[in-house]
């Protein structure tokens, strides 16, 4: 019964019976946006502070969310860390390995439009959403783990607004 | 040893071969040709009052008119460093490797060779290191190259 | 063996030469992060360049500043006020402690233990947590300068200072209990990942993996730089030169650094923080080479100066370099699970292989 209380949105009750209602749409948003697991893409320096947001302090578990090795495995990628142009092919191999529904996470300053390897760099690729599409940014060098939970919770408002005709 | 017993050793075998570097400081540093490069070189790493047995680095520096190879070269037992550079035309410049000598140049030159252009002959494994293996956009670290989507910091 | 893979250590690529599950030859193939750093000291300030140096080796930032500040202060004979020396030496000390932490977290969960990985990130973050108090950042840390240190040291420093080593010190003990004397532990490293003398000699390595091997070789004994020669601390050694050996030298390197730390924190003396340098610094034309004892080995400096307020050309030496090229040489023979441990082991950084 606290579930009810907690999603109107979602639920609605009928009197007279045990029968809980709710949109197709709402269960599947409200599945897929609190147990993504990430998959382990660290790159540069953004890569400790995803470690240490998954680590005893700041703790990912609560949120659902543990790291998988493989992209097959994996709904969201974190994008942590300078992508070079060495390595923007593999990225794009990497997230075409990922099963939709799949989210990207843009997290620091490089990975949105280089960082501080902007100016004067030569093999520096200028922003990850060259290459694939992102859904949230962000920024910071490297970004506190405060703001990357804050950067998950709004990718999972994102999710929770989705409809199943985009995706179907 | 001190940098001007180090200086004495090498002068009293190949003074003719070295000439002094004045601008490098707290170390003993010489210009060499690149003929007698392997030779010096040979001689510091089995001569047992050098013995130099450590590499520090080997990296190239565009001066403008010419490129210059600059090799660090250091001594665990005995605990002193030695420097040798040698100037090198600016295109299609060529070079002895002393990877046969120290294993550990190896790296330091790949790295040189692909961001410099200088060819290192007798180099066991000649390829890129640190850029893409489709690169072919020149040679990043002189001066005045500018690539594709190369944006330089404008001035204040 | 790809750029991704939860047991490489950053985006290393490994060809690995198999025969069934021994692996014959392993060619690393590196430059996924090649940032061009030398390149962008060309058109920086001495003072601008210096958050790039913390992103070099992220790990431990502080060397990273205090490696280039270094032969900056050597070549113009900048005095450095004893304030700001104590401090620079509690900091790296510190950051000592934190990288080989993060090292023994990630080198236990590489193994299959969980544990050690979450008992090392709580530590760190009580380290990181001092950091945050002086500076302002967890990580990358833009606090050394030329002359001295950017800003003092806040007055609740040095009794969270005082306490934290009151505390990490039995926690030294606690990892050794899970880890030394574990039989899986002993199984997984012992006799595993042989390094002879003359082949890492041969490679110019240095660091731990160094001293791993048995060879008395720390730059703050035998060529020691800042005030490194007033603290009574010890160089571990190892005997037989495998993973176990290396693992033990960096335990034991943690106990060491805790030592210096507190020594330090006894000994500073009140007084500035910063030589006063004119604001458009421009040190005299040269060169210089100068080098320090990174948690991964030797970090070195070369800087060459024209005069002018940007250096005219940055080499950037450091220990992760030399150390990876050995990689081919330790891992004939073993099984491809042995040779996440070797790796592992080396505690290599790619971002210091690519700058």
């Known amino acids: 019964m606290g579930i009810i209380k907690k999603f109107p949105v979602y639920v609605e009750h009928i009197p007279g019976g045990g029968i809980v209602t709710t949109t197709l749409d709402g269960v599947l948003n409200y599945a897929r946006a609190n147990s993504m697991w990430y998959m382990l893409f660290g790159l540069a320096c953004c890569a400790i502070e995803m470690m240490a947001t998954g680590a005893s302090r700041y703790d990912f578990d609560r949120f659902g969310m543990f790291y998988r090795a493989s992209p097959r495995q994996t709904d969201l990628m974190f994008v942590a860390g300078t992508v070079t142009k060495k390595m923007g092919p593999r990225v794009k191999r990497l997230y075409e390995q990922m099963a939709e529904p799949r989210y990207v996470i843009a997290m620091g300053g490089c990975a949105i439009i280089g960082g501080p390897f902007y100016y004067d760099s030569y093999s520096v690729l200028k922003g990850i959403d060259l290459v694939i599409p992102v859904d949230v940014y962000i920024p910071g060098c490297p970004p506190r783990p405060e703001s990357l939970m804050e950067g998950v919770l709004k990718l999972q408002e994102k999710i929770k607004k989705q409809k199943l005709s985009d995706w179907a | 040893m001190t940098k001007e017993e180090i200086a004495q050793i090498l002068n009293s075998r190949f003074s003719e071969k070295l000439k002094p570097a004045e601008s490098v400081s707290h170390l003993s540093a010489f210009f060499v040709e690149k003929e007698n490069l392997i030779e010096i070189c040979k001689f510091t790493k089995q001569s047992d009052q050098l013995k130099m047995d450590f590499v520090n680095c080997i990296f190239a520096t565009d001066r403008n008119d010419s490129l210059e190879m600059t090799y660090v070269l250091f001594s665990l037992e005995k605990n002193h460093k030695l420097c040798l550079k040698v100037k090198l035309p600016r295109k299609d410049s060529q070079i002895d490797s002393v990877t046969p000598i120290w294993e550990a140049a190896n790296w330091f030159e790949k790295e040189t060779a692909e961001l410099f252009g200088i060819r290192f002959s007798g180099h066991p494994d000649p390829g890129p290191l640190l850029l893409p293996e489709d690169w072919n956009e020149g040679y990043p670290m002189l001066r005045d190259w500018t690539g594709k989507d190369f944006v330089k910091l404008p001035p204040k | ?355």
């Not at chain 3, 603290?231 to 050996?245: A, C, N, Q, R, Y």
Request: with cysteine.
């Open chain 3, 1 to 355: 063996m790809g750029p991704q893979h939860p047991s490489t250590h950053g985006v290393l690529r490994l060809m690995l030469t198999m025969d069934g599950e021994v692996v014959l030859n392993a060619i690393p193939h590196v430059g996924y992060l090649h940032r061009s750093l030398e390149k962008i000291a060309e058109n920086r300030t001495f003072v601008q360049y210096i958050p790039y140096t913390d992103r070099l080796d992220y790990v431990s930032a502080m060397f990273g500043n205090y490696a280039f500040v270094y032969p900056i202060e050597k070549l113009a004979n900048i005095p450095v006020p004893e304030r700001a020396e104590y401090i620079r030496v509690i900091m790296m000390e510190l950051n000592r402690i934190a990288s080989h932490l993060i090292w023994l977290g990630t080198f236990s969960l590489d193994l299959g233990a969980v544990t050690p990985f979450l008992y090392c990130f709580r530590e760190r973050e009580k380290v990181l947590d001092l950091f945050e108090m002086v500076c302002g950042q967890r990580m990358t840390f833009n606090y050394m300068r030329v002359g001295g240190v950017s800003k003092d040291l806040p007055d609740q420093f040095i009794p969270a200072a005082k306490k934290f080593v009151e505390y990490f010190k039995p926690r030294v003990d606690e990892y050794e209990d899970i880890l030394t004397h574990n039989p899986i532990f002993l199984g997984r490293t012992k006799d595993i990942g042989l390094l002879d003398k003359e082949v890492a000699i041969e490679h110019s390595v240095s660091g731990p993996s160094l001293r791993g091997c048995g060879i008395n070789w720390d730059l703050r004994k035998n060529e020691p730089y800042s005030i490194y020669d007033r603290f009574d601390f010890e160089i571990p050694l190892g005997k037989t030169s495998d993973v176990w050996d290396r693992y033990s030298v960096r335990v034991q390197e943690m106990r060491q650094s805790i030592r210096i730390v507190e020594q330090a924190l006894q000994q500073i003396p009140q007084g500035e923080t910063k030589t006063k340098i004119p604001a458009v610094f421009k040190p005299p034309a040269g060169e210089i080479y100068a080098r320090i004892e990174a948690p991964r080995g030797e970090m070195g400096f070369y800087i060459i100066t024209d005069g002018t307020t940007k250096p005219y050309r940055v080499k950037i030496r450091t220990g992760s370099f030399c150390n990876l090229t050995i990689l081919p040489k330790l891992c004939k023979g073993w099984k491809i699970a042995d040779l996440v441990a070797i790796l592992a082991s080396l505690d290599v950084v790619l971002p210091e292989v690519d700058r």
